[in-house]
RNA sequence: GGUCCGUUCGUCUAGUCGGUUAGGACGCCAGGUUUUCAUCCUGGAAAUCAGGGGUUCGAGUCCCCUACGGACUGCCA
C-alpha cells in the first residue's frame, strides 16, 4: 500500500435497487473500514450505458443513509478522488489500456459481436463453450493476427475495436483471499477478457483495478460472485505495474433464497411475501412495485443488526448490536464461508426487540402521525400511557392501532371466535348487573371498579374468567389487550356503559 | 460441459490449538404467570456434524475420494 490507511469502496452498478446482498456488502465495508479508522467511499460503476435505469443510483444512496451506513467518500460527497462516477472518469481508463498494449499485455481486436456470437452459436451446436484465449485468438481478427499496418489502417479509418487482455499460458495465479485462504488458478482457464468496449468505455474489470489503485483502495470486500475473475485482477494489477499497491481481497458469502437454493434475487421478495429491498422500488418502466424494509415498518437499527448476523458473528451469545458495537466487534476473520439464507421471522424478531427497546415518547413521535390521519386527538399523556400498556404486543409501529384501537374508538365488531368462547347464554344478564356497578362505581378508578367487581363475583359465586371474558370482549371487541380495569379507567365511565349496552344489544 | 467456492438442528450459527453430554438464537411444542392476547419465565423435541475412506489412543475439527449445492463462464456488473 501507498500508505497503511484503510480505504474501502463500495462500488454498485445502478442498474435498478440495490438488494439486501448489495446492502449487506456495503455493511461490512462500512463496518470494517470503521473499525480500522479508515475511510469507505461510494462508487456508482456505470460503464454500461445501455443498463442505466432512472432512479437507481438516487436509490442507493437513500438506502445506504437510511441504513445508517454513513461513507465518507464518493458519490453525493465530494472528495480527494473526485469524480467517484465512472462515466465521468472516462477519460482516465484509456492510457492504461494503451498502456497494457504497449507492453504486450493486451491487444487490439477487430471481431464484431455479430461474428462472435456466430462463433458461439456454432460451439453450442457442438455442445461446447466458447471462450476467446490462448488456444484460439490466432483465428481471430485481432492485432495477433494482422499486420501492423492494418491495424494501424483499421484504428485511423475509425473502425471499431476492443481492446483484450493477453493471457499468459499455463501460469498459475494466485489469489490471496481474506476469507478463503489461497486460491489457486491456472491461467489456462481464463479467456481474454473485454478490458475496453468499442464504445470508449471500460469493462468493469479494468474500471474497478485502475480506480482502486487510483483511489487508493487497501481491501475489496465484495460477493462471492466476483471471485472467479479475481485472478483476471491479480493479472491487471501485475500487468500495470502495481503488485505491491494491490489491494487485499475478502469475497462475501451469498444471500439465497429461502426456499430452495441459489442466490438470492430481485424476483423473490414479493414472491414469497417479505421484502428484499431496503426500501420501496417503483419500476421506472414497468411502474411494477417491489416492497422495502423500511416501508414495511421495520426499523433500521433492527434490519442492520439482522443483515450483520447473516454471515458473520461476533463469537459470543450477544444478538443485539447497536451501530457501533457492530463496528467494535466487526471483523473479517469472523465472516463465514457458506451462503445464508434469510429468515423473515427472525427479522421479525429483531424489529420487536428494537421496538421493545424504544421509549414511550419515542415511539409516541412514530405513531401520533398515524393517529392525526385517522382524526384522533388525544392528550400527549394518554397516548404515553397506552403506547406502555400495548408495547409488549407489538413487533412493528403500524401494529399499534390493531392492538390500540379500543382505548378511541368502540368496536364496531366482535371477533367471531372470541364470541363463541366467552359470550355465554347468561352472559347478557351478567353484564347487565356490571354495568349497574359500575354506574356506582366512585371514585371511577381501576383499582375501585376492580375491587367491586371482585366482591360482586365472588359474593354470586361467579367464575372469574367466565365475567371477565364476556367483559373484555365487549368493551375490546376480542380477547387481546393489557388489564381491562385500566381500559376501562382510562376510556372514561359514560363509555364503558354505552359499550355494555351495545354489547348486551348486539350479542344478547 | 469447464473453472472456482461451499456443506454442523427447519433456519441463522458456536465449535478457528484434534479429547464437548456438539452450545446459543429464531421458529415449533408443552407447562407456568395473567381476566384474554401478547410479553415474560421454565422445560422439550430438533444436527449419526453431506457420505465414504484414511492419519491418530482419540476427528465436526487434519488428509483423500465421492455426492450434492452454488457462483462464474458477455464489448453486464
Same mark, same amino acid.
Given at each position: 500500500? =501507498? ?8 462500488? %454498485? ?39 442505466y ?12 443513509k ?24 472516462? %477519460? ?42 490462448q488456444?484460439?485468438r ?48 491456472n ?17 468493469y ?12 483502495i ?22 500495470l505495474?502495481?503488485? =505491491? ?8 458469502p ?51 443488526n ?35 439464507? @434469510? ?6 424478531? @429483531? ?29 400527549r ?14 413487533? @412493528?409501529?403500524?401494529? @399499534? ?13 366482535y ?65 387481546k ?28
Amino acid at each position: 500500500m =501507498n500508505s497503511h490507511k484503510i480505504r474501502v469502496r463500495f462500488a %454498485p452498478s445502478p442498474t435498478g435497487p440495490l438488494h439486501i446482498g448489495g446492502v449487506r456488502t456495503a455493511l461490512y465495508n462500512y463496518l470494517f473500514a470503521k473499525k480500522h479508522g479508515g475511510d469507505m467511499l461510494l462508487r456508482i460503476e456505470d460503464t454500461d450505458q445501455t443498463r442505466y435505469v432512472e432512479g437507481a443510483e438516487a436509490y442507493i444512496i437513500e438506502s445506504l443513509k437510511w441504513c445508517g451506513i454513513n461513507y465518507n467518500e464518493g458519490v453525493g460527497i465530494d472528495g480527494p478522488h473526485a469524480p467517484y462516477r465512472q462515466s465521468e472518469r472516462k %477519460p482516465v481508463y484509456k492510457q492504461y489500456a494503451l498502456d497494457l498494449i504497449k507492453n504486450n499485455f493486451a491487444y487490439y481486436a477487430f471481431d464484431t459481436p455479430q461474428e462472435l456470437e456466430t462463433v458461439r452459436k456454432s460451439y453450442e451446436a457442438d455442445k461446447k463453450n466458447f471462450q476467446y484465449d490462448q488456444k484460439n485468438r490466432l483465428q481471430f481478427k485481432n492485432s495477433l493476427t494482422l499486420s501492423q499496418s492494418e491495424v494501424s489502417f483499421l484504428l485511423d479509418s475509425g473502425s471499431p475495436y476492443v481492446m483484450r487482455i493477453k493471457i499468459p499460458e499455463n501460469e498459475e495465479i494466485l489469489v490471496n483471499d481474506l476469507i478463503r485462504g489461497e486460491v489457486r488458478v491456472n491461467s489456462s482457464q481464463l479467456d481474454d477478457k473485454v478490458l475496453f468496449k468499442s464504445d470508449g468505455l471500460p469493462t468493469y474489470h479494468l474500471a474497478n483495478v485502475v480506480d482502486d489503485y487510483l483511489m487508493e483502495i487497501s481491501h475489496v470486500i465484495r460477493g462471492e460472485e466476483w471471485l472467479p475473475s479475481a485472478p483476471l485482477h491479480v493479472l491487471l494489477y501485475r500487468y500495470l505495474g502495481w503488485e =505491491n499497491d494491490k489491494p487485499q481481497f475478502a469475497h462475501l458469502p451469498l444471500l439465497l433464497k429461502p426456499d430452495g437454493n441459489g442466490k438470492l434475487s430481485k424476483r423473490d421478495g414479493d414472491r414469497l411475501g417479505f421484502p428484499v429491498f431496503p426500501l420501496q422500488w417503483t419500476d421506472p418502466s414497468s411502474k411494477e412495485i417491489s416492497s422495502g424494509y423500511r416501508d414495511a415498518g421495520y426499523l433500521p437499527d433492527a434490519f442492520i443488526n439482522m443483515l450483520a448476523l447473516l454471515g458473520w458473528n461476533p463469537g459470543t451469545e450477544q444478538e443485539i448490536f447497536s451501530m457501533d458495537e457492530l463496528i467494535e466487534s466487526f471483523s473479517l476473520e469472523r465472516v463465514g464461508k457458506s451462503g445464508s439464507k @434469510f429468515d423473515p421471522e427472525k427479522a421479525k424478531w @429483531f424489529n420487536h426487540q428494537y421496538l421493545q427497546q424504544m421509549t414511550d415518547e419515542e415511539l409516541a413521535e412514530l405513531i401520533a402521525p398515524d393517529l392525526t390521519l385517522k382524526l384522533i386527538h388525544l392528550d400527549r399523556s394518554l397516548l404515553l400511557t397506552v403506547i406502555g400498556m400495548v408495547k409488549p404486543r407489538m413487533n @412493528f409501529v403500524h401494529e @399499534f392501532w390493531d392492538q390500540a384501537s379500543y382505548f378511541f374508538v368502540a368496536p364496531s365488531e366482535y371477533d367471531a371466535k372470541a364470541v363463541k368462547d366467552r359470550w355465554k347464554n347468561d352472559s347478557a344478564e351478567t353484564m347487565k348487573k356490571v354495568s349497574t356497578l359500575i354506574q356506582h362505581s366512585e371514585p371511577f378508578t381501576a383499582e375501585n371498579t376492580k375491587t367491586q367487581v371482585m366482591n360482586f363475583i365472588v359474593e354470586n359465586q361467579l367464575n372469574t374468567g367466565v365475567i371477565m371474558n364476556a367483559l373484555r370482549l365487549i368493551i375490546v371487541g376480542a380477547s387481546k389487550g393489557p388489564d381491562l380495569f385500566e381500559i376501562i379507567e382510562l376510556i372514561g365511565k359514560t363509555e364503558t356503559l354505552s359499550r355494555i349496552d351495545k354489547g348486551i344489544e348486539v350479542l344478547g
